[in-house]
């Protein structure tokens, strides 16, 4: 199973850029699908980015309001799950969670990358304040 710890996070002007990470401590990462999600104060999680696991091709999913500046990328070999956040804005604060699991064939990735219902393992989530 995925044991995930996110860090990285902390307090930046809007407009500046802030990267995180996900460390998974358990095995076979290279085997999961994994997304960041976030989380604001009274608002539901919601979809950041996703990116499947080498099996369905390593492709990428974006929320729109942050595509074109946040990116998502892995290194199987540490294995760490980073998110790459330019041009942040102050709306973007929030707790940020790193999501894995397996979610199936390539059809199946597209329709559930963006649900975090479909994710069973979860970091503890680290903390986003952009301030303006």
């Known amino acids: 199973q995925a044991r995930l710890a996110e860090s990285g996070g902390g307090s930046v002007r809007a407009g500046e850029s802030l990267t995180l990470a996900c460390l998974d401590s358990g095995e076979s990462f290279n085997r999961y699908d994994m997304a960041w999600f976030r989380q604001r104060p009274g608002k539901e999680r919601e979809f950041i980015a996703a990116s499947a696991n080498s099996r369905i091709g390593s492709g990428t999913k974006y929320a729109d309001s942050v595509k074109g500046r946040f990116t998502v990328s892995r290194d199987n070999t540490l294995p760490k799950f980073y998110l790459s956040m330019n041009l942040l804005k102050p709306e973007e604060s929030g707790v940020y969670y790193c999501?894995?699991?397996?979610?199936?064939?390539?059809?199946?990735?597209?329709?559930?990358?963006?649900?975090?219902?479909?994710?069973?393992?979860w970091g503890q989530g680290t903390q986003v304040t952009v301030s303006s």
């Open positions: 999501a894995a699991d397996r979610l199936g064939n390539p059809q199946r990735w597209e329709e559930n990358a963006g649900n975090q219902r479909a994710y069973h393992y």
